[in-house]
């Protein structure tokens, strides 16, 4: 059973690289997330069980920080991993303003009419193919630009580039998050207390687990898979 898990892990691991737009890590490689922060540098501008979520697709906010974007959706405050989730709670339909992204230079959240980005560097992408950073000054974004390439803009633009590429790149992400969905059924059969709880999004499927305990010491990637599968149940 141990070394069934194990392939699973490895597995899925590669698919989720994959679908987060990550370097796939071969034998003798460290693999390093550019994205990610300690949970103690997090800004964590939501509230609830789930606050640690992205409540769109899941993802654990403190692993994508710095692409994370935040913004009232219907006047509550949510957190999103990227600038492609915050597309998605656009069009649907709800009233979105407060928008805020990270600034990569400070780590805190600033608004976005104050923020510069640099779209299409050579570090990794969050939920999308082309990388969207952004920084608090236009100074910041070029220096990181200069070193790492990429085109600077202001969000209106790297907004519209991201509503352009959404629908394309959902359909990517739908394709890949089924694979997921399928190792999240056999990770959860082989690690987790039965589940009778139905869940309106991944993110408040893993808080659950979290919350109770339900999956053992589960967490990261195969974590993740496990709450897209019970989110779909």
């Given at each position: 059973m141990k070394k069934f898990f194990l392939f699973l892990v490895v597995l899925f691991s590669f698919v989720f690289a994959q679908m987060q737009g990550m370097p796939?890590?071969?034998k003798g490689m460290k693999m390093h997330n550019f994205r990610a922060v300690p949970m103690e540098e997090a800004q964590i501008l939501q509230?609830?069980?789930?606050k640690m979520f992205c409540p769109k697709c899941g993802m654990t906010l403190p692993m994508f920080y710095r692409t994370n974007h935040a913004a009232k959706v219907d006047g509550k405050m949510q957190q999103f991993c990227s600038i492609h989730?915050?597309?998605e709670a656009m069009n649907s339909g709800a009233k979105v303003s407060d928008i805020q992204v990270v600034d990569n230079s400070t780590l805190k959240f600033i608004p976005v009419s104050k923020?510069?980005?640099v779209v299409g560097s050579n570090k990794p992408a969050t939920m999308s193919q082309?990388?969207?950073?952004?920084?608090?000054?236009?100074?910041?974004?070029?220096?990181f630009a200069k070193e790492n390439g990429g085109k600077v803009m202001k969000f209106?633009?790297?907004?519209?580039?991201?509503?352009k590429a959404f629908a394309k790149e959902q359909k990517m992400i739908g394709m890949k998050q089924h694979k997921m969905v399928q190792m999240g059924e056999k990770i959860y059969k082989a690690k987790c207390k039965a589940i009778s709880e139905k869940f309106k999004s991944a993110a408040e499927a893993k808080a659950y687990i979290k919350a109770n305990?339900?999956?053992g010491d589960l967490k990261g990637k195969p974590l993740q898979a496990v709450g897209l599968y019970l989110s779909g149940k």
């Open positions: 796939v890590m071969q509230d609830g069980k789930a989730c915050l597309v923020a510069w980005y082309v990388s969207k950073y952004a920084f608090g000054t236009k100074e910041a974004a070029q220096n209106d633009d790297a907004l519209a580039i991201a509503k305990n339900s999956c």
